[in-house]
Structures are given as C-alpha cells and as structure tokens.
C-alpha cells in the first residue's frame, strides 16, 4: 500500500517543476506557428490581426462610407433615367429612391412579387447576371402608352405577352445603358439581355447566400404607382468599387506642388521701393520730446541680425546687415509669411493704422 501511494504522487508536479516547463516553453526559439488568411495567404500567428465583425443572418460587405457613395451614384442615375424616359415615353416618368440596401440573393428574390415581369442582364465584361423587376401593372402601363394610348394605369395583374415582352425591352434597355453609364468613370460598361422571366422563385443566377446590392425605386407614371427594383451580385461590381475607393482616396490627397511664377517682359522695367527698418525699441512721448542733438541711444546688441527689408512697404525679408567691399548689404536670411489679418485693417507694412 505505501508503495501504491508513493508511486501514485511520483505522477503529479509540484508548483516549482510547473514554472520550469512554462519557462522552457516561452523560451523555445522553434519554428514559428502559420496562420491562413481567409485570401489564402500565408502569415505569422504572433502577427496583429484586425478583427471586424460579422453578422452572419444579414451580411454587409460595403460600409457606411461606400455605401453613401453608392447612393450618390445611383441618385444621379435616378435623375438622368427619369429624364431620359420622360422624353422617350412623351409623358412625365417620375422616379425616387425608395431604398439601397445590401441582402442575401434568396432574400432578394423572395420578396419579387408573383407574377412579374423580371429582366436577367450582364454587364460586359463584368462577371455576375444582374435582376431587374418591374411591376406587371407598370409594365402593363409602359407597353400601352408605347401603342399610343394615353398611359392609364392598367388594373390587371397577370403575365406579359411576347409581343409586350418585346416592346418594354425598349425601355429596359434604357434603364440598363444609364445604369452602366454612372460608372463609365471606373469602366466602360456593355448591357446585354440575356432573358426573361415572370417568377422570382425559380431564379438560380447567383448563390442563395451571395450578397446583392438592392436597389428599389418609385415610379409614378401618370396615375400608376409601382416599383421598380434593381438587384447586381456584390461580385459583380466589388471591382468596380475597389477602382472607386482608389479613385476617391487618389482625389482627396492633396499634393502641395508650388507654382514657378512666369515671369512677364513687361515687367522689367518697373520700379519698386526697397527699404531696411529696425524695431529696436519705444519711447514714451516724455522721452521723445527731450531729445536733443548729441544724446546717445542704445541699440540692442542683436539688432543688425533682424533687420527687416521692405519691398513696396510691405515687409517680406528678414536680413542681416553687413559691408560689401564699400557698400553696407543686407543678407535675407528668412521670408516673412503674408498674413492677410494684419494687413485687412491696416497699412502695407502690417501696422494698424491709429
């Protein structure tokens, strides 16, 4: 039994042989431990990594930042398809954002109404088929003012004819051109229809969980009142969003180059007064009115090192007094900045005037 018992407290450590291996530990010098990045990339564990959040039940790959700038993009597409399709309809088409947002593909066409009218696209020679869906009763509105009629709101819901299928294709390729235009400052982009379909359900163009970015207007177009709502893949256009986060963070960095003045002819001939002044000291007005011829006044020893020189009898140098063979000079040793506040008020020379 007492040969049990030692055997068994042989097995455990004491606190002191503990702190020994941890110390070996952390001064192992072995081979470092690898981290894959979520790119593939290989990198060091002991590497500061930026953590973010992520929500996994309504992912956002685009922050508030991008997300504003998209929203500018698309509010001038709003206004120049509104314009464009007023005069190719012949009739007031108002448009207005309703909402821009980014949404998981299967949530996106869950909320297509059925039945409707839905536009499959590309963008060359981007990747990725983009949705556009318009209300059948706006569809139905759209092909009858283009046979002439007055645009009345249709009541019925129900699927487009081939014959409408084809006439309102002239307005989707309207909206797709805009559309592709706003980024003609990143890429120039090439519409193209590659079909037609009239329930979102059956829709596979795109993974359930890929990212769209969702675009959803309003239109009133004479007494109708629909939707029309826009989803690209984020896959799609992240390229075009990295070209203008580059551009945009290009733009904003302020490159301090300084102008060469061009020196003009007529100028050489013009005169300019130029005048060396000290700031020794001040007197009161006792002091002054008892000068009197022979008396002495004392200068700063340091005086002829802040000699300022004046060009036009603004002050611009400051100079230090010397000879130059027989000549007293005047070296510039620094350049006084211009301040616009001393001079708004005051004299050419900075002084404010009693």
């Known amino acids: 039994m007492a040969d049990d018992a030692q055997k068994a407290a042989s097995e455990f450590l004491d606190q002191s042989e503990i702190d020994k291996l941890l110390a070996q530990t952390t001064t192992d010098s072995g081979p470092k431990s690898m981290l894959i990045r979520a790119d593939g990339r290989r990198g060091d564990a002991k590497a500061v990594s930026k953590v973010e959040a992520y929500d996994f039940r309504n992912p956002v790959f685009l922050s508030e930042v991008e997300l504003r700038r998209l929203r500018l993009l698309h509010e001038d597409f709003i206004r120049y398809l509104s ?33 409707t009218h839905i536009c499959l696209f590309k963008a060359e020679p981007l990747i990725g088929v983009g949705v556009l869906d318009i209300n059948p009763r706006l569809a139905l509105t759209i092909a009858d003012r283009l046979l002439g009629g007055r645009g009345h709101s249709v009541k019925a819901e129900r699927y487009l004819t081939e014959i409408e299928v084809a006439l309102l294709e002239d307005v989707i390729v309207i909206v797709l051109e805009e559309w592709c235009g706003q980024w003609k400052a990143e890429q120039d982009l090439r519409p193209l229809i590659v079909g037609h379909e009239n329930n979102g359900r059956f829709l596979q163009t795109s993974p359930k969980d890929a990212i769209v970015l969702a675009l959803t207007l309003e239109v009133n177009f004479g007494d109708c009142s629909e939707q029309i709502q826009l989803g690209v893949p984020y896959y799609t256009i992240e390229p075009l969003v990295k070209k203008m986060q580059a551009r ?41 009115s008892s000068l009197r011829v022979g008396d002495v006044i004392e200068m700063p020893s340091d005086l002829m090192q802040r000699t300022r020189v004046l060009l036009n009898g603004t002050p611009k140098f400051l100079g230090t007094v010397g000879l130059d063979s027989d000549h007293v000079a005047v070296q510039l040793t620094k350049k006084i900045p211009l301040n616009p506040e001393d001079i708004s008020h005051g004299k050419p020379d900075g002084r404010k005037s009693s």
Do not use: C, N
């Open 83 to 115: 314009a464009r399709l007023s005069l190719f309809l012949r009739m007031e088409f108002g448009l207005k954002m309703a909402q821009l947002t980014t949404v998981t593909y299967s949530k996106f066409t869950e909320s297509l109404p059925s039945p």
């Open 248 to 288: 945009r963070q290009k733009d904003s960095q302020v490159t301090t180059v300084e102008k060469r003045a061009s020196w003009q002819k007529a100028y050489d001939h013009i005169s300019m007064p130029v005048r060396a002044e000290w700031e020794a000291f001040e007197l009161s007005l006792r002091e002054v």
